[in-house]
């Protein structure tokens, strides 16, 4: 099982290129079955006899899946015909879709990316700390240093005055080993956590550009992981919040000045098609009709049967999905919004890298 940003590219690129509907994609919560059933009826009841017969050799092998695993929060991209199982684990409730297209759908698993960021917690006190790099909600690796300091000094032993220099020096090489730990572990998007005044001695610490990667500082027992892992949650999400209000004044303030903007839905999906979006902004829920040819890989918005580059007869397809899959596969970082003012500039927008 993957996490939710580990599989995206690769779903994003694969599709079937005959223009037929082989794969489906199930968002599933692990709890309501009848869902999976009555979804399974309506599909059967619509799809072409090749396409059916895959589907339901497909559907075999996800319900098999499903009965094997009894997982919850769950997605499973599969196609029999393309011989492909892909099954992706989220760290919340996901809401039940079951759609069957040419190709993965996957907006719900980038909206949950891009809910999710990838970041890092360090949760220390002056000789324990624990490094932990979170992706997509779920702990991807995890650090513990610990250092040997005593504590008190036996009567008779050294002067107070001697013992506590020794025990600065030895609490400042520990909390060293941590800095040179998280230098190799974090860039950016980092929470300091943790009782007392270590954290603080250990942000003083840290190079200039980690130290403005530190979004936060949290005053926490050592014991108190669950209480910080759903702190530093809400912390993301405040953070993911004021960086959409800014990259959408970026995009507005570009499109005064005929700068690296990009807006509306058949100019980004140029360019995010042409790889020269680097952060894509969609309005959440906004769904367009639209056209698609996955054996050259067109798409467009509005009704079109055959493909104007290639002749094939098209897909129908969400405009918006499309947008997404054509900025995934290129490397761009895709961001959901439900401000006001993504609609006022056309649903759709973006930052080129170029122009
Ligand atoms: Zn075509």
Redesign the pocket.
Known sequence: MKACNESLKDLAIIHDEENMDTFVSLYFDGRDEHFIRNREKAVESVLNREELETFMKTMEKIKTYLEGHKPSDIAVFASDKHDYFEVVSFPAEVENALVVDTAPYIRPLAEFADEWQAYTLVLLNSNHAKIFTFSCGEITEEEELSAHIKNRHKKGGMSQARFQRLRKGSIHAFLKDVVEELTRTAEKDIILAGPGEAKKTFYEMLPKNLQEGVLSVVDVDMGGEREIFEESHEIMAEREKEERIELLEVIKKDILTNGLAVYGIPATLNAAKNGQVEVLLVEKDYKQRGWK?E????AGDGILAS??????E?AEADIVEELVRFAEETDSLVEFTSNEDIKRIGHVAGLLRYK
């Open positions: 040819c054996h050259c890989q067109s493909c104007p580059v290639c002749g094939k098209t």
